[in-house]
């Protein structure tokens, strides 16, 4: 494959598999390992050492660190930032002498979601649009959409804006993000973002 001539960029050292689909504007960097049949966006930023598995999805803008596998069954929204050496997995028991290639989980990382530097994402849940998951997390569980988690297992301790900021809700359930200005209203322990 002639990488010179594409609309994306990679590094030399990068080794792109065949029948995979890579948008406009995205960067592969060293060493990183794209698998046959994956699916990703424009612009994506795919760091050094990365590992893309057969038939994973990526949206446009996604940025991944250096060191992080995407193992087959995970689908990243647009926007989704995946920190240095954060960790998916694809079965819930895996064994070395037992296949279990049927059983891969579907695992959904929804629009705008950050996971933090060496987390770990057990398959199987939905990560809500704009999550923040903390550096070191255990997820085992699916995380509502705005939802600030940390910890082993990971528990929710807060709620974050599309910006990253954490949302302080007044006695009306509404919080302002300091930095877009834009409005959040808590209601029924979920978090919407006010038009």
């Known amino acids: 494959m002639d990488k010179q001539n594409l609309l994306y960029f990679a590094h030399e050292t990068a080794v792109i598999d065949n029948e995979c689909i890579i ?18 966006g424009e612009k994506c930023n795919i760091g050094q050492n990365v590992v893309v598995s057969p ?18 069954g995970v689908i990243c929204e647009d926007d989704v930032f995946l920190g240095p050496s954060m960790v998916f997995t694809n079965v819930i028991n895996p064994r070395s ?41 255990v997820v085992t569980k699916d995380v509502k959409p705005f939802a600030l988690v940390v910890g082993n297992p990971a528990r929710q301790s807060g709620w974050m804006s599309e910006f990253g900021h954490r949302l302080n809700f007044n ?22 973002k006010i038009k």
């Open 97 to 137: 002498a037992v296949i279990r290639r049927d059983e891969y989980k579907r695992t959904l990382v929804k629009k705008g979601a950050s996971i933090g530097a060496n987390s770990t994402i057990v398959c199987g849940v939905t990560l809500g649009e704009y999550c923040f998951i903390g550096a070191g997390a």
């Open 23 to 40: 948008g406009n504007g995205t960067k592969i960097w060293h060493f990183s390992h794209i698998m046959s049949n994956c699916k990703i």
């Open 55 to 72: 038939e994973v999805v990526l949206g446009n803008n996604v940025k991944i660190q250096n060191n992080v596998s995407i193992y087959t």
């Open 171 to 192: 006695d009306d359930g509404v919080a302002v993000c300091p930095e877009s200005k834009e409005k959040y209203r808590l209601e029924n322990n979920l978090v919407s």
